[in-house]
């Protein structure tokens, strides 16, 4: 049984930095493309980047591109975020997700596996 296991997540004043890491356990494979998405109170779970199984393409939504940067260190079944120029907007549970095929997806439908979610909190 392959789990998820986000870490990283915490509070940073607005302009700082955070790197999201989220390891696979158990039978893990590294032929899935993964993502991160995230949800704040009252709203939907939006996708923040996706990365597809070779770590040759990404995508990155409007609201993060120039300040998030996803990863993975397939050899270590590991996915990362890292968070630049934090903005109070930022705050939300970030989750991890990974997907049976190999290219990324947008929608958390196209998701098969999820993380529980860690809090990442920007202050002002």
């Known amino acids: 049984q392959v789990q998820l296991v986000e870490s990283g997540g915490g509070l940073v004043q607005a302009g700082g930095s955070l790197r999201l890491s989220c390891e696979a356990s158990?039978?893990?494979?590294?032929?899935?493309?993964m993502g991160w998405f995230r949800q704040a109170p009252g709203k939907e779970r939006d996708v923040v980047a996706a990365?597809?199984?070779?770590?040759?393409?990404?995508y990155y939504a409007d609201s993060v591109k120039g300040r998030f940067t996803i990863s993975r260190d397939n050899a270590k079944n590991t996915v990362y975020l890292q968070m630049n120029s934090l903005k109070p907007e930022d705050t939300a549970v970030y989750y991890c997700?990974?997907?049976?095929?190999?290219?990324?997806?947008?929608?958390?439908?196209?998701?098969?596996?999820w993380g529980h979610g860690i809090q990442v909190t920007v202050s002002s």
């Open positions: 997700a990974a997907r049976s095929l190999a290219g990324w997806n947008t929608r958390p439908r196209e998701y098969d596996l």
């Open positions: 158990g039978r893990a494979r590294s032929s899935n493309a």
């Open positions: 990365i597809n199984w070779r770590g040759s393409t990404t």
